[in-house]
């Protein structure tokens, strides 16, 4: 079975450019998360889904941040214009069963550098 | 609100002893907790989980960890460090009941064994 696959691995844009980020979760998983993930700390959350519902985007910078989950399956999370300190990991992880008691299933991020 | 707290920022251990990596909690009602490890440029990967039930949970590669209620901890053992233990350990809990089921992070210990 496939796990969470994200793209791109890896992207450096300039300051004030848009970027956008793709994450595919596992089939099934009606839960999705978006985490963003500094040098040397824990992940955070951004915005979580119960399928094509954004349900918890509280900690989402709505002034330059933006996703949607089409169809409750692939998400896109959108930065424009990019900061430097947007500078981070972009993390998308599922889960099933309504997240609750199952663990979540991480993809391996989008390592987004601005300069 | 929900936290996590893991006091220590570097464990360092040698190879074939013992290892305790610390989390503690705080979170409305019952928790549901969680271990993950994170190798170098990859994305988090489940260790274990305590949903309810005995206190001692075993996961994979030979952790577990302990669910202490009184205290709130849910602290991470291994019997006999391996170097290729050494990553980054997180702890996360989520409510067991209610409507938000938002996970949230430790801000992560780095565990090094030392040949």
């Known amino acids: 079975e496939a796990g969470v696959v994200q793209s791109p691995r890896y992207k450096i844009i300039e300051k004030k450019q848009p970027v956008a980020f793709w994450c595919n979760p596992i089939s099934g998983h009606n839960t999705l998360y978006w985490y963003r993930q500094n040098l040397g700390q824990g992940p955070e959350l951004l915005i979580r889904y119960e399928n094509e519902e954004a349900v918890d985007d509280s900690q989402l910078p709505k002034d330059r941040f933006s996703a949607e989950r089409l169809k409750g399956v692939d998400s896109t999370l959108k930065i424009q214009p990019a900061e430097l300190g947007d500078s981070a990991v972009y993390l998308c992880?599922?889960?099933?069963?309504?997240?609750?008691?199952?663990?979540?299933?991480f993809g391996q991020g989008t390592r987004l550098t601005v300069v | 609100a929900q936290s996590v707290a893991q006091p220590e920022d570097q464990v360092n251990v040698a190879e074939g002893n013992p290892l305790t990596v610390k989390c503690t909690y705080s979170v409305s009602g019952n928790p549901y907790l969680f271990w993950y490890v994170q190798y170098p440029n990859r994305g988090l990967q489940f260790l274990l989980k305590y949903i309810t039930g005995d206190n001692l949970v075993k996961g994979s590669y030979g952790f577990e960890a302990e669910f202490n209620k009184s205290q709130t901890s849910f602290h991470l053992k291994k019997p006999s460090a391996l170097v290729s233990d050494s990553a980054l350990y997180f702890c996360a809990v989520r409510r067991s009941s209610g409507s938000a089921r938002q996970l949230t992070f430790g801000s992560g210990t780095q565990l090094t064994v030392l040949p």
């Open positions: 992880a599922s889960s099933g069963d309504r997240g609750r008691n199952t663990e979540a299933f």
